[in-house]
């Protein structure tokens, strides 16, 4: 397949790379001026954990456009949630008829979201990755599995392509019969997070600090009441920060899912962008439902 990716962000980068060396021609479409900035390789340190662990390392020469050609299999985009919008009345002209795999955080409903993309041109899904970029070094890694949305009436042929590409490079997927509510309740999850690193200055200085979790269970619980308000079905990951009192979660995820050494604490730790967006969001949301959401809400004000 010939595919071309939305950005050469860190989740795009990392999936190029492993597409490219399953057998396919991969490619990137930057904003202008972009290309020279970036230059025509990347250099990398992450580990790839679709079989075992293994660290990549090696200066990786990548194709960059500044214009979109039709001449592609799929186009993916994994942008900043916030950049969504414009990516999508972008590709609405740019892309023409070809498919788009978007792999990304949401938290509108998804018909918005995208607009004025068509619904019947977009396949929905999420990574299972992480990391930063920061003087031209990739550092992160991605695991074995992707999460990707069972099909729609209309989008049957597009979710066996995404499928198959993905498999073609020894994913796993992980079907999701609700992709709304699963992206509602891992948006939920990412402002929890946000509010403690606006908090603690950075993700891996949250990676320091047992009672960090403590306050994300605390958040989440504060953000039960907006997700329900929203029609949303809670995931087990909700339910796992919510129901486990606060001072179980700092050595459970320290510990354990966090544990030092982990691929989970790495891509945490490389993780440089900025927090913010996704705590707003959601009180914004909050204070539409008349739902108060204080510690949120005391998180935005002490940045």
């Known amino acids: 397949m010939k595919i071309l990716f939305f950005g050469r962000g860190v989740i795009s980068t990392q999936y190029a790379w492993a597409f490219e060396q399953a057998g396919h021609t991969v490619e990137f479409y930057v904003r202008k001026g972009r290309k020279e900035t970036f230059g025509s390789h990347i250099e990398l340190d992450m580990w790839d954990a679709r079989s075992g ?73 999420f990574p299972g990755a ?3 970029i920061a003087n031209n070094t990739l550092r992160g890694g991605f695991l074995k599995m992707v999460f990707l949305e069972n099909p729609r009436a209309g989008t049957e042929q597009m979710n066996h392509k995404v499928k198959a590409l993905f498999e073609s490079a020894h994913f796993k997927i992980n ?42 269970g605390r958040s989440m619980r ?27 979660l700092g050595p459970l995820f320290t510990k354990v899912i966090f544990a030092k050494g982990s691929l989970a604490r790495l891509f945490m730790e490389y993780n440089n962008s900025k927090a913010g967006f996704a705590v707003l969001e959601v009180v914004r949301e909050a204070k539409k439902a008349g739902i108060p959401v204080p510690r949120l809400t005391m998180a935005l004000g002490n940045t």
Do not use: C
């Not at 509510?181 to 320091?208: D, P």
């Not at 308000?229 to 809670?234: E, H, L, P, S, V």
């Open 130 to 132: 992480g990391g930063g």
């Open 222 to 248: 504060e953000m039960m009441p907006v997700l329900k308000a929203r029609g949303a079905k809670m995931d087990a990951i909700t339910l796992l920060l919510t129901k486990i009192p606060p001072a179980l």
């Open 53 to 125: 662990k293994k660290r990549i390392t090696e200066s990786w020469n990548v194709t960059l456009h500044e214009e979109i050609l039709p001449q592609y299999d799929l186009i993916i985009v994994s942008v900043n949630t916030e950049q969504l919008p414009a990516a999508a009345q972008f590709l609405s002209t740019a892309a023409g008829n070809t498919p788009i795999l978007v792999f990304n955080n949401i938290w509108q409903d998804l018909k918005s979201a995208i607009a004025p993309l068509s619904m019947n041109q977009v396949v929905f899904g």
């Open 175 to 216: 079907w999701s019969k609700d992709m709304q509510s699963w992206l509602w309740n891992h948006f939920a999850m990412n402002a929890a997070m946000e509010a403690e690193v606006l908090q603690r200055g950075s993700f891996a200085a949250l990676m320091n600090h047992t009672d960090s979790f403590a306050n994300v």
